[in-house]
């Protein structure tokens, strides 16, 4: 069973950064054979993915309300997995999830992904 943990998240002023990790665990865990996700969800509003990469590194995909901001990383061998969020905006106020699925394929959808963390807040105000 893979299990996922994130840390990072806390209080941050507009235009600020933080750095979110996903640590990974489970029996005979290789995190090469999975795609990642990072997923949000807002007061009131529905989760959303906002960035994948697939399980070579070599795709990605970034919604558009983060593209040029908010970055997707993996290192297989700490089995860790990063969002570094940069130029941060009030708007960006979540709860932030990382996920996984075993496979290639990239996706921003929920429902593709089986393995989920608990969640880490994310405030952006001044």
């Known amino acids: 069973q893979l299990q996922l943990v994130e840390s990072g998240g806390g209080l941050v002023q507009p235009g600020g950064s933080l750095r979110l990790s996903c640590a990974a665990s489970?029996?005979?865990?290789?995190?090469?054979?999975?795609?990642i996700g990072w997923f949000r969800q807002a007061p009131g509003k529905e989760r959303e993915g906002i960035l994948c990469?697939?399980?070579?590194?070599?795709?990605?995909k970034t919604k558009h309300s983060v593209k040029g901001r908010f970055t997707i990383s993996r290192d297989n061998a700490k089995n860790t997995v990063y969002l570094q969020m940069n130029n941060l905006k009030p708007e960006d106020t979540a709860i932030y999830y990382c996920?996984?699925?075993?496979?290639?394929?990239?996706?921003?959808?929920?429902?593709?992904?089986?393995?989920w963390g608990q969640g880490i807040q994310v405030t952006v105000s001044s």
């Open positions: 990469l697939s399980d070579s590194g070599n795709h990605r």
């Open positions: 996920s996984a699925a075993k496979g290639p394929a990239c996706s921003l959808d929920d429902l593709e992904f089986a393995y």
């Open positions: 489970g029996f005979t865990l290789d995190l090469d054979y999975y795609a």
